[in-house]
Antibody, heavy 124, light 107 residues
C-alpha cells in the first residue's frame, strides 16, 4: 500500500523557518517524481513545488520561489520542503503527493497518491 | 502564466442527475489536464489524466472530455458519495496550476 506521512508542521512566527518531511513507503520511491501541494484553510489546492526522481530537476510556484527549497533523500525514502522567510499567506495544510509516473515526463506532473498533510500556521 | 477557471463554482443537483463541470485554460494546454475529487475533510483523490483517461478504480460514471482550452468533467448519474469539491489541474508546463474548484452538493 502506497503511504506518505508528512511531519514538521506547526506554529511559526512570520519570518521564521520550518522543514517539512514526507516519509514514503509501499512503492519504489526513487522511481517517482514527488511534489508538495498546499491548501489554505477553507481554500483550494495550490501546487507548490515538484522534484524529479534523482532530485536534479525542480520546479516552484512563483509564490514560493526563492524562499522554499524542495529536496529528497532516496536512501531514506523521504521528501523535504525547507521553508524560509515564512509569511502569513504560507499558512496551509501541506500535502506530499506522488506522481503517477509513466513512460513520458508528463506523468511526473499529476499526482495519484497524497499524504494526510501537515498544518503550517504562520502567526505572531 | 496560464490561468485556470472552473464553472460553476458550486452546484446542487439531485441523485441520479447528470452533472457537468467546466474547466477553462487561458491558453492552449492540449489535453494536459487532470481532475481530482476532494470530499469534505478528506485528502484529494486523483480521478483522471489526459483530460479523459480514468484512473484505475474510479467509477465509470465519471468521464472527461476536451482539448485545447476547454474541458469538462461529467458525472453521468450523481450519487450521494460524489458530494465533494472537484479540481482541474494543468500539467503542460510548470506551474502545474489547479483550478479554483467546483463544489457539488445534493439537492
Amino acid at each position: 500500500e502506497v503511504k506518505m506521512v508528512e511531519s514538521g508542521g506547526g506554529l511559526v512566527q512570520p519570518g521564521g523557518s520550518l522543514r517539512l518531511s514526507c516519509a514514503a513507503s509501499g512503492f519504489t520511491f526513487s522511481n517517482y517524481a514527488m511534489s508538495w501541494v498546499r491548501q489554505a484553510p477553507g481554500k483550494g489546492l495550490e501546487w507548490v513545488s515538484s522534484i524529479s526522481t534523482s532530485g536534479s530537476s525542480t520546479d516552484y510556484a512563483d509564490s514560493v520561489k526563492h524562499h522554499f527549497t524542495i529536496s529528497r533523500d532516496n536512501s531514506k525514502n523521504t521528501l523535504y520542503l525547507e521553508m524560509n522567510s515564512l509569511r502569513a499567506e504560507d499558512t496551509a495544510i501541506y500535502y506530499c503527493a506522488k506522481a503517477k509516473g509513466g513512460v513520458t515526463i508528463l506523468g511526473n506532473r499529476y499526482f495519484d497518491s497524497w499524504g494526510q498533510g501537515t498544518l503550517v500556521t504562520v502567526s505572531s | 502564466d496560464i490561468q485556470m477557471t472552473q464553472s460553476p463554482s458550486s452546484l446542487s443537483a439531485s441523485v441520479g442527475d447528470r452533472v457537468t463541470i467546466t474547466c477553462r485554460a487561458s491558453q492552449v494546454i492540449r489535453n494536459y489536464l487532470a481532475w481530482y475529487q476532494q470530499k469534505p475533510g478528506k485528502v484529494p483523490k486523483f480521478l483522471m489524466y489526459a483530460a479523459n483517461t480514468l484512473q484505475s478504480g474510479v467509477p465509470s460514471r465519471f468521464s472527461g472530455s476536451g482539448s485545447g482550452t476547454d474541458f469538462t468533467l461529467t458525472i453521468s448519474s450523481l450519487q450521494p458519495e460524489d458530494v465533494a469539491t472537484y479540481y482541474c489541474q494543468k500539467y503542460d508546463t510548470a506551474p502545474f496550476t489547479f483550478g479554483p474548484g467546483t463544489k457539488v452538493e445534493i439537492k
